[in-house]
C-alpha cells in the first residue's frame, strides 16, 4: 500500500449503530486530519492529531470519536449518527515541521446514514 | 477566521480551451495547495504552492501572497480535467467551496 488509504469505502448505517472509519498513511508523516464534505459544501476539518496528541477538534459533536493509536494510524468511531451526517469522510496525513502542512488525502469513505 | 473564496463556480468549456481559476483569501497564509477532486471523491494534490509560480505540465499556479490570491491556470484542457478544483490554506485548515470544471469533447 502506498499513500493515504481508508476503509471501507463505502459504510451505510442505521442511526443506533456503532461503527469505525479507519485511516492508515504509509508515508511516514507525523499529523493526521478527519475531514467532512457534505454535499454542496466545503471541506470541514474536523479532528487534528498531531504526533498522536488531538491538537484541534472543530466543534464536532460527540458522536463522532476520534481515535489516533500511533502516527500511522486513526479511527474515526462513530454513534448513534444522525441522516445529517451523510457525507464523504477524508482522512490525510502530513510532515509538520518547519511550516510546511502540505496535505496528502485518502479517498474518503461515503457514508450514508438511514 | 480566514475567509477562502473561489471563482468562478462553475466553468464550462470545450475541449482544448485554456482557463484561469482564481482562489482569494482574507488574510495572510503561508501555506497554500491546490486540489482536484476527481469524480469518485479523491482529492488529487495539485500544487503546494505558498508563493511563487509552479508548473506541472498543462497546470500552472501562481500565489501572490501580499496580494491574497492564488491562481490556477489549466491550457489546452482536456476532458479527465473534468472534477472540482479546490484551494485550501492553512490558517484554520480553511479550504474554499471549489470550482466545478465541466471540459466538454
Known amino acids: 500500500e502506498t499513500g493515504v488509504t481508508q476503509t471501507p469505502r463505502h459504510l451505510v448505517m442505521g442511526m443506533t449503530n456503532k461503527k469505525s472509519l479507519k485511516c492508515e498513511q504509509h508515508?511516514?508523516?507525523?499529523?493526521m486530519y478527519w475531514y467532512k464534505q457534505s454535499a454542496k459544501k466545503p471541506l470541514e476539518l474536523m479532528f487534528v492529531y498531531n504526533f498522536k496528541e488531538q491538537t484541534e477538534n472543530n466543534s464536532v459533536p460527540s458522536r463522532f470519536s476520534p481515535e489516533c493509536p500511533n502516527s500511522s494510524h486513526l479511527f474515526l468511531h462513530l454513534h448513534t449518527l444522525q441522516p445529517e451526517d451523510s457525507a464523504l469522510y477524508l482522512c490525510?496525513?502530513?510532515?509538520?515541521?518547519?511550516?510546511?502542512?502540505?496535505?496528502?488525502f485518502g479517498p474518503g469513505t461515503r457514508l450514508t446514514v438511514l | 477566521g480566514i475567509q477562502v473564496e473561489q471563482s468562478p463556480p462553475d466553468l464550462i468549456l470545450q475541449e482544448g480551451a485554456n482557463s484561469t481559476l482564481r482562489c482569494n483569501f482574507s488574510?495572510?497564509?503561508?501555506?497554500l495547495q491546490w486540489f482536484h477532486q476527481n469524480p469518485w471523491g479523491q482529492l488529487i494534490n495539485l500544487f503546494y504552492i505558498p508563493s511563487g509560480t509552479k508548473q506541472n505540465g498543462r497546470l500552472s499556479a501562481t500565489t501572490v501572497a501580499t496580494e491574497r490570491y492564488s491562481l490556477l491556470y489549466i491550457s489546452s484542457s482536456q476532458t479527465t480535467d473534468s472534477g472540482v478544483y479546490f484551494c485550501a490554506v492553512y490558517v484554520d485548515m480553511r479550504f474554499g467551496a471549489g470550482t466545478r470544471l465541466t471540459v466538454k469533447p
Open positions: 508515508l511516514g508523516h507525523n499529523a
Open positions: 488574510d495572510s497564509v503561508n501555506n
Open positions: 490525510a496525513s502530513s510532515q509538520e515541521g518547519g511550516g510546511l502542512y502540505e496535505q496528502f
